[in-house]
């Protein structure tokens, strides 16, 4: 019942910065937990980064912190990645992820309810 679609993903050189979307409907979005999360060629599904219901609180994956910075629009309903000093580790296809009707923050990919399919981040060296 909840409907996520990632956007804003593309080639990036080195040192550059990109800024994903994601855009949410069929749910109460202000009720929810928001994340990112990142799946490269090769490699586990990892967690990036996630948001409070309010937007005063944040985690991050530790190779992240200070780079990317998360956030949300409730007149929106759309959750933000903003990444910067971009390295070609950060290539792979990026998910948003929404955690209904929950206050607690988590980095575990199961415990989020609702998926969209993904956009691709390419940072070429």
């Known amino acids: 019942q909840v409907q996520l679609v990632e956007s804003g993903g593309g080639l990036v050189q080195a040192g550059g910065s990109v800024r994903l979307s994601c855009a949410a409907s069929g749910g109460s979005f202000s009720t929810s937990v928001m994340g990112w999360f990142r799946h490269a060629p090769g490699k586990e599904r990892e967690f990036v980064s996630t948001?409070?219901?309010?937007?005063?609180?944040?985690n991050y994956k530790n190779s992240v912190k200070g780079r990317f910075t998360i956030s949300r629009d409730s007149a929106k309903n759309t959750v933000y990645l903003q990444m910067n000093s971009l390295k070609p580790e950060d290539t792979a296809v990026y998910y948003c992820?929404?955690?209904?009707?929950?206050?607690?923050?988590?980095?575990?990919?199961?415990?989020?309810?609702?998926w969209g399919r993904g956009t691709q981040v390419t940072v070429s060296s």
């Open positions: 992820a929404a955690r209904p009707w929950r206050a607690s923050l988590s980095s575990l990919a199961h415990e989020y309810d609702y």
């Open positions: 948001i409070s219901r309010s937007g005063s609180n944040t």
